[in-house]
């Protein structure tokens, strides 16, 4: 019995029989088909109505379905229906309210009706707003004060209930974002365009200044002229004018539908003062439903029971065939029953806990680049051998976005169509290296830009038809930068010869806008300087934080910046945007940060912005590139590239920058994580026993010495 | 003592006003009303309408402290400070700039905080009280002398090597606990053990120095000496005698922090990815969420008054020659 007793507390304590010492997770779950990841910043609203940021749109994506999607494979970037029957039939107006031929002049066009029709029979996730008794009455539209006080979270209603979608909650959504109070981002924008939405705005904002602070106003009672709900499956948008991009917008959570039940149960007093409001707890007819809302902590998404059903796209091009992404085509969505996002704000756990294997998917922060890329004499980024020993695979994807230094075209050095002026931006342009730059402070994860579109939307060219022939020479079947000497060059025509002003005889001085001051930021700094003093240009920077920076911005009083942009859809026109003249951040708050204004360049891209994509946008496009190169508003900066790394285990995972819900296509093989995930996180107890043991020994001396202490005579 | 009570929560009330008009001064100073209202409605296509709509719908469209424009006790009272602050002092910490109800969430996330504070703070008084006894004891010897050096050494090292040190050796080396998270229950334990020993750990080498100093302080004393004369031995002069008399600059140093635990710790609990005050206060700091960043500096404020209010009364729990008058 003693040898029994002895052998079951060997084998009890021995590593290969314990429970994973340092699992986050409950070993409960170990085997379940759960994703999981991390979060680095809290959302701020859930509410689809006001998010704007991606580390937002990682949670509602899954849950709120708008009308259209992106492809999860196609490239370019392709809509096709969410919820959507099929693609919006657009049709074309007159100022006479005729019809249109879809080929009228944009200058004929009056309005444009997206007609949308979606699908019947898909069903709301399980929730307390739309709890109905057998009496076909809502169980909690009416909460007594006894009933919130029994409430401190959602779940702690225990009837739920779901309807069908409809099309009148498209047409809600539409009119919440016309709600003043719910503060959406895009209410300005789509007050340009939906007819009827100012004064929708203006009439919700008379009637809410008569009801108290946070009571339900219904807003079916409101009409608005642009949006009509057909019938139960069908509505129509108005907007004005020709405006094709408005299509990405119906991919955007933003149009996704709202039940006008939840802003009534939501409403109810109480409920807000324990933060259970549609801003935190979304409601959806996503393959997800957010079954732990803890921001602070981990936020878990679950299979939505009553999810209407979609199949992994079949259509793809050969690298995806080659890598096994078409492996699951035809397959019903989604693959993982539930996603555990943890809140990690620090990289270093982030990344310590991806390579113990508690995360699926990890991206790659500065201080752990060179323990997970390296790069081949080609240039090319590969993983390292510790990486590939573990299986772990690395995606790349070149941004949606652009970084550029911008000039501030009101500057009287800087700025304005001159030629001198031209000369010394275009100068600068040069000197500037952006190549160095990518290399140095962001371990090669970037491209340098040859112009404002980036790669992969419609308008940007590859290979020597893409460089800006203003920086680059196309040199051995790559860009190369234009030798130093046609900078000098430049500079010298500018009127400026080894950066002396010929006028005053004295360095010329500019001015660079920096954001923070830490020893990252001080190193990229002094890396700018150096890049102007090759130039003879003396360049001082001065340093602000962000509020100051943009306070800055809007007044027009800055020289030189760096700034950025992340598309909102895949269209030119959400790039060349920001170089219209009209758009101008000093004198229309708008989102030219550079102020730039070219006439040729506004009346191109007033031709450009409604049209689809054809040849002849492409050639205005490409008319409006080569002006913008020329003129060198911007030193055009980088696209950023994009790096993240999966283990083995999670499968169907393919970089997509616009699409947001991805979390339905990704698969994982649970058994195969528990394996690795017990290989790679064995207890080593012997430095227990060895602190132990020291601490032990180190006690040794005292206990002497304290006897003899003890001995010892007092005299 | 019912009376000086009285007078020092009285007295907490000016200063309570002084730090937060200082608060309010020194944020404002950094972030303009406009300022908060980018932060919440993003940087993208953000109309000045919509942020004169977002001032208004959250307060931010009335002058800072003086209205010039209103009549009477109004230049004082219609203003951002007075309507944001008047209602702190009934601990109504109203709803954050992105919407959500600040005590609510400070009610929430103060458990965590305390999770770890408390027993940092008692195993690190037990450690710390036991090493530097320890010391004491070994005065004058090599022991004292290695034991002061470690000390020092220890409390040069700063407080984010402990934790990336901890988190690389128990965790990513050794994979005895997690690296970071935090659960509720019992689940915590695990995730709670490792910021504790790294709490306790850090603290060792101040700690031990000041309970060795008080500890030394003590034994020099006319009643050590006596008791020794008594013939009592060297461990009952220590834990009968000095550690008791020891007690009152003790308290001093532990009382005074009681109420600050729940405040929780900026650092650990970002690094160890804890829902506690700590992350809260750093957060709201982040999104320049004033609304978060006065309330979290008023109930640090009014804790720290409570602890030393705390003190006063426990010097004469534990010293019947003090008297509070």
């Not at chain 1, 080929?103 to 019947?120: G, H, K």
């Not at chain 2, 988190?167 to 080396?173: A, C, F, T, V």
């Amino acid at each position: 019995m003693h040898r029994l007793a002895t052998l079951f507390f060997c084998v009890s304590i021995s590593p290969a029989s314990l429970a994973l010492w340092n699992n986050p997770y409950p070993d409960s779950k170990t085997n379940e088909n759960i994703l999981y990841s991390s979060f680095s910043e809290r959302p701020k609203h859930l509410d689809p109505v006001r998010s704007y940021s991606s580390d937002e749109y990682a949670f509602i994506a899954q849950i709120y379905e708008p009308p259209l999607q992106y492809h999860y494979l196609k490239r370019p970037y392709t809509l096709v229906p969410l919820t959507a029957v099929s693609m919006p039939r657009v049709i074309y107006i007159g100022a006479d309210g005729s019809r249109l031929p879809h080929d009228a002049p944009v200058i004929d066009i009056a309005f444009s009706d997206y007609e949308i029709q979606i699908q019947p029979g898909i069903q709301y996730q399980p929730h307390p707003a739309l709890a109905r008794n057998i009496q076909d009455q809502y169980l909690y539209h009416s909460l007594s004060g006894e009933q919130v006080n029994q409430v401190h979270e959602l779940s702690d209603f225990k009837q739920t209930g779901a309807r069908e979608l409809i099309a009148a909650d498209y047409a809600y959504q539409i009119k919440r974002m016309a709600n003043p109070r719910l503060h959406s981002p895009i209410a300005g924008v789509m007050a340009q365009y939906i007819v009827g939405f100012s004064e929708l705005s203006e009439k919700i904002e008379a009637a809410l200044s008569e009801l108290e602070d946070g009571a339900f106003l219904d807003l079916r009672q409101f009409r608005l002229e642009g949006v009509t709900v057909v019938d139960r499956y069908n509505y129509r948008i108005r907007v004005r004018g020709k405006y094709p991009q408005f299509l990405y917008w119906q991919a955007m959570p933003f149009f996704a539908p709202i039940p006008w039940e939840a802003e009534h149960f939501y409403a109810q007093p109480g409920l807000k003062e324990k933060n259970i409001t549609l801003d935190w707890y979304p409601i959806g007819t996503g393959p997800f439903m957010l079954a732990e809302n803890n921001p602070n902590l981990r936020m878990v998404m679950a299979r939505n029971p009553n999810f209407h059903g979609e199949h992994y796209p079949a259509a793809g091009d050969e690298a995806d065939h080659a890598i096994g992404l078409l492996a699951d085509k035809g397959k019903p969505m989604p693959f993982v029953d539930s996603a555990v996002y943890s809140l990690e704000k620090e990289s270093i756990p982030r990344w310590n806990k991806f390579l113990q294997g508690f995360y699926d998917n990890s991206g790659i922060a500065s201080d752990s680049f060179d323990q997970a890329i390296q790069f081949n004499p080609q240039g090319q980024a590969a993983l390292t051998a510790e990486m590939s020993d573990r299986g772990i695979r690395l995606s790349t994807a070149v941004a949606t976005s652009i970084y550029y230094m911008g000039f501030n075209y009101l500057h009287p050095v800087l700025g304005g169509n001159g030629e001198r002026a031209r000369k010394l931006r275009q100068a600068i342009s040069i000197a500037v290296d952006f190549e160095e730059f990518i290399s140095i402070f962001r371990n090669g994860r970037g491209v340098a830009a040859q112009g404002p579109i980036p790669p992969g939307i419609f308008g940007h060219h590859q290979g020597q038809a893409g460089i800006n022939p203003y920086v680059y020479d196309w040199v051995d079947g790559r860009p190369q930068r234009k030798p130093f000497g046609i900078a000098k060059k430049l500079l010298r025509e500018a009127g400026y010869p080894d950066g002396m002003d010929n006028t005053t005889g004295k360095s010329l001085v500019l001015h660079f806008e920096a954001i923070g001051s830490g020893p990252d930021e001080k190193a990229r700094l002094n890396w700018m300087r150096k890049q102007f003093q090759k130039l003879g240009i003396q360049l001082i920077v001065r340093a602000t934080d962000y509020n100051r920076f943009r306070e800055k911005m809007l007044k027009g009083k800055s020289e030189i910046f760096l700034w950025g942009w992340n598309a909102d859809y895949p269209d030119p026109e959400n790039f060349l945007f920001l170089l219209y003249g009209p758009n101008s951040k000093a004198k229309k708050n708008g989102e030219n940060a550079s102020n730039y204004a070219n006439p040729e360049f506004d009346h191109l891209f007033e031709q450009m912005k409604n049209m689809e994509n054809n040849a002849k946008r492409k050639k205005l496009i490409d008319q409006m590139v080569t002006i913008a190169r020329r003129d060198a508003p911007w030193m055009w900066g980088f696209h950023p590239k994009d790096f993240s790394l999966h283990h083995t285990w999670v499968r169907n995972t393919k970089p997509n920058l616009m699409a947001n819900n991805t979390l339905k296509y990704v698969r994982v093989d649970p058994k195969l994580r528990a394996t690795q995930r017990q290989d790679w996180n064995q207890p080593i107890l012997w430095p227990l026993g060895l602190i132990g043991g020291l601490l032990g020994i180190s006690v040794i001396p005292a206990i002497i010495s304290f006897r003899r202490r003890e001995k010892s005579t007092a005299l | 003592m019912i009376a000086y009570i009285v007078r020092r929560m009285l007295y907490a009330i000016p200063i309570l006003i002084g730090v937060n008009l200082l608060t309010f001064i020194l944020f404002f100073v950094v972030n303009t009303p406009d300022d908060i209202a980018r932060s919440q409605l993003g940087d993208r296509r953000v109309t000045a309408q919509a942020i004169d709509t977002w001032k208004r719908s959250h307060g931010y469209h009335k002058p800072m402290i003086y209205n010039g424009n209103a009549q009477g006790l109004g230049k004082l009272t219609d203003t951002v400070f007075f309507k944001k602050s008047v209602r702190l002092f009934a601990f109504d910490f109203g709803r954050s700039d992105s919407g959500r109800d600040i005590g609510y969430d400070i009610g929430q996330r103060m458990w965590p905080s305390l999770a770890i504070a408390v027993p940092t703070l008692v195993v690190g008084i037990l450690v710390n009280i036991t090493f530097g006894l320890f010391i004491a004891f070994f005065r004058g010897t090599y022991i004292d002398f290695w034991g002061v050096v470690t000390c020092v050494i220890l409390l040069s090292v700063s407080s984010l090597f402990y934790i990336i040190g901890g988190q690389y050796l128990l965790s990513k080396l050794f994979h005895l606990v997690p690296i970071s998270g935090y659960d509720t229950g019992t689940n915590a334990l695990k995730f709670l053990l490792l910021p504790v020993i790294v709490g306790v750990v850090s603290g060792i080498g101040s700690g031990t120095r000041w309970y060795r100093t008080l500890f030394l302080e003590e034994i020099g004393k006319d009643y050590v000496r006596t008791a020794r004369a008594k013939g009592l031995s060297e461990q009952r002069v220590l834990f009968r005698h000095v550690l008791r008399n020891a007690l009152i600059p003790l308290l001093t140093g532990i009382v005074v922090v009681l109420p600050l635990l729940f405040m929780g710790s900026l650092i650990v609990e970002s690094f160890f990815g804890v829902p506690g005050l700590g992350s809260y206060t750093i957060d709201g700091i982040q999104r320049q969420d004033f609304a978060i960043v006065r309330s979290m500096v008023f109930l640090g404020s009014v804790l720290y008054i409570i602890g030393l209010l705390l003190t006063d009364i426990s010097y004469t729990l534990v010293d019947p020659r003090v008297r509070l008058q």
